[in-house]
Nanobody, 120 residues
Framework: VQLVESGGGLVQAGGSLRLSCAASGRIASINDMGWYRQAPGKQRESVASISSGGNTNYADSVKGRFTISRDNRKNTVYLQMNSLKPEDTAVYYC???????????????WGQGTLVTVSS
């Protein structure tokens, strides 16, 4: 299973970016999908998650500014980021809990990360 992210880049404070993450490979089902981020010198933290049924959770720091969504037909998760702040600068990682076959246990997979830089 591979997760490929796209959509990172450089944006000014107050701007918007949309991240995408597509899962491919042997996939029977995908449970939770989510986004994490890691800023320089800091630990990786959860940003947002979404269940297969569409239930969402957000870190307090991004509530009201970020929106997570998914397209189950495309095995893709999105993160719409609005009103970006310099403190949102980080490498953003996609995560998905995948069952490769109906006989396998679920495993967590990570994308390679995409850099988001917000300038002041």
């Amino acid at each position: 299973v591979q997760l490929v992210e796209s959509g990172g880049g450089l944006v000014q404070a107050g701007g918007s970016l949309r991240l995408s993450c597509a899962a491919s490979g042997r996939i029977a089902s995908i449970n939770d999908m989510g986004w994490y981020r890691q800023a320089p010198g800091k630990q990786r933290e959860s940003v947002a998650s979404i269940s297969s049924g569409g239930n969402t959770n957000y870190a307090d720091s991004v509530k009201g500014r970020f929106t997570i969504s998914r397209d189950n037909r495309k095995n893709t998760v999105y993160l719409q980021m609005n009103s970006l702040k310099p403190e949102d600068t980080a490498v953003y990682y996609c995560n998905a809990v995948v069952r490769s076959t109906w006989f396998d246990a679920s495993n967590a997979y990570w994308g390679q990360g995409t850099l988001v830089t917000v300038s002041s």
